[in-house]
C-alpha cells in the first residue's frame, strides 16, 4: 500500500505561480505511473497532467496545456506541478495519484486507472 502526501498549495493572486509535490509517505518504488487530479465545488474530479514512470511521456488537460509542467524525480519518488499563469478557474483541490500498471511510458487520464491517491491540497486563485 501506497501512501502519497501532497504539499505546497495556497493562495496566489491570478497570473501568478505555485508548485505543489507529491511523495510516498515511505520510500517506494520509482516504478510508478503518476497523475495530478482536481476538484472544484459541486463538479466531478477532472484530469489535469500525467507522468510515465520513467518520467519520458506527459500528457495535459487543454484547459491546463502550456502552463502547467508536470515532473518526475525518479531517486525521491516525488512528482512535481509547476503551475504558471494561474486563473481563477484553477481554484481547486489537486489530487496527485499513482498506478503500476502498464509500461514505462504509459501515461494514464482517467480516475479509475489509478490505484493510490493522496489526500489533496487546496490551490486557491484571487481574481
Known amino acids: 500500500q501506497v501512501q502519497l502526501v501532497e504539499s505546497g498549495g495556497g493562495l496566489v493572486q491570478a497570473g501568478g505561480s505555485l508548485s505543489v509535490s507529491c511523495a510516498p509517505s515511505r520510500r517506494a518504488s520509482s516504478s510508478y505511473a503518476m497523475g495530478w487530479f482536481r476538484q472544484r465545488p459541486g463538479l466531478e474530479r477532472e484530469f489535469v497532467a500525467a507522468i510515465s514512470w520513467s518520467g519520458g511521456s506527459t500528457y495535459y488537460a487543454d484547459s491546463v496545456k502550456g502552463r502547467f509542467t508536470i515532473s518526475k524525480d525518479n531517486a525521491r519518488s516525488t512528482v512535481y506541478l509547476q503551475m504558471n499563469s494561474l486563473k481563477a478557474e484553477d481554484t481547486a483541490f489537486y489530487y496527485c495519484?499513482?498506478?503500476?500498471?502498464?509500461?514505462?511510458?504509459?501515461?494514464?487520464?482517467?480516475?479509475?486507472?489509478?490505484?493510490?491517491w493522496g489526500q489533496g491540497t487546496q490551490v486557491t486563485v484571487s481574481s
Open positions: 495519484a499513482a498506478t503500476n500498471r502498464g509500461g514505462s511510458s504509459s501515461i494514464f487520464d482517467r480516475t479509475w486507472e489509478y490505484d493510490y
